[in-house]
């Protein structure tokens, strides 16, 4: 496995979801990154799909870094057995130090936070910010209606396709790892040419 891939943010629900595809999921994902020896950085907690991907990699023998704002940590959502819990102040440190911390981003079922925080690194990576892979492990093709509004954004125009294309997405965790090691950044988004003339 490449060294940039020695770590990797996942993004997903602090629910478990209506579906154990969507647990089964996590729990894969984990033991996949504890066997291939890949740091697991996510949000902290213990719960819902967080909570079951992290339990995964531990129980893999494998290593799981938490990031969590003291607000959630004083709810007693802060997952007690993890290699290292880094505490932060607000979302946006949080955010910042997971993506400083991982080398590539999976985002795998959940709500607005899941959403937001994949969508955040998918643009910084479309601006050049970070050349990084961002990735979908696409659970019992729950995200179908979100690729089918991303192809929808490309046909009007307001998103291109190769940066559309620069999802990985699967429904397999050893094919995804796979493919995010195989991943080449895309163009940089010709918007900041323009913006900059």
Same mark, same amino acid.
């Given at each position: 496995?490449?060294?940039?891939?020695?770590?990797?943010?996942?993004?997903?629900?602090?629910?478990?979801?209506?579906?154990?595809?969507?647990?089964?999921?996590?729990?894969?994902? %984990?033991? !996949?990154? #504890?066997?291939? /020896?890949?740091? $697991?950085?996510? &949000? *902290?907690?213990?719960? %819902?799909? !967080?909570? #079951?991907?992290? /339990?995964?990699? $531990?129980?893999? &023998? *494998?290593?799981?870094? %938490?990031?969590?704002?003291?607000?959630?940590?004083?709810?007693?959502?802060?997952?007690?057995g993890l290699t290292s819990l880094q505490v932060v102040d607000t979302m946006h440190e949080r955010k910042a130090a997971m993506a400083d911390?991982?080398?590539?981003?999976?985002?795998?079922?959940?709500?607005?936070?899941?959403?937001?925080?994949?969508?955040?690194?998918?643009?910084?990576?479309?601006?050049?910010?970070?050349?990084?892979?961002?990735?979908?492990?696409?659970?019992?093709?729950?995200?179908?209606?979100?690729?089918?509004?991303?192809?929808?954004?490309?046909?009007?125009?307001?998103?291109?396709?190769?940066?559309?294309?620069?999802?990985?997405?699967?429904?397999?965790?050893?094919?995804?790892?796979?493919?995010?090691?195989?991943?080449?950044?895309?163009?940089?988004?010709?918007?900041?040419?323009?913006?900059?003339?």
């Amino acid at each position: 496995m490449p060294e940039r891939l020695a770590s990797v943010a996942v993004y997903c629900g602090s629910n478990p979801g209506n579906s154990p595809a969507f647990t089964q999921a996590a729990d894969s994902l %984990g033991r !996949m990154l #504890a066997e291939l /020896d890949i740091t $697991l950085v996510y &949000g *902290g907690g213990h719960v %819902g799909l !967080m909570g #079951a991907v992290a /339990d995964a990699v $531990l129980a893999g &023998g *494998g290593r799981a870094r %938490g990031v969590i704002t003291r607000a959630l940590q004083a709810r007693e959502v802060a997952h007690q057995g993890l290699t290292s819990l880094q505490v932060v102040d607000t979302m946006h440190e949080r955010k910042a130090a997971m993506a400083d911390a991982a080398d590539g981003f999976i985002m795998l079922p959940g709500g607005y936070g899941t959403l937001d925080e994949f969508f955040e690194v998918l643009t910084w990576a479309q601006l050049g910010i970070h050349a990084k892979p961002c990735a979908i492990l696409d659970a019992a093709d729950f995200f179908a209606p979100l690729r089918a509004f991303v192809d929808a954004a490309v046909s009007a125009g307001f998103v291109q396709p190769a940066h559309r294309d620069m999802i990985i997405v699967d429904d397999d965790p050893a094919r995804l790892l796979d493919r995010m090691a195989a991943w080449t950044p895309a163009p940089v988004s010709k918007w900041l040419d323009r913006a900059e003339r």
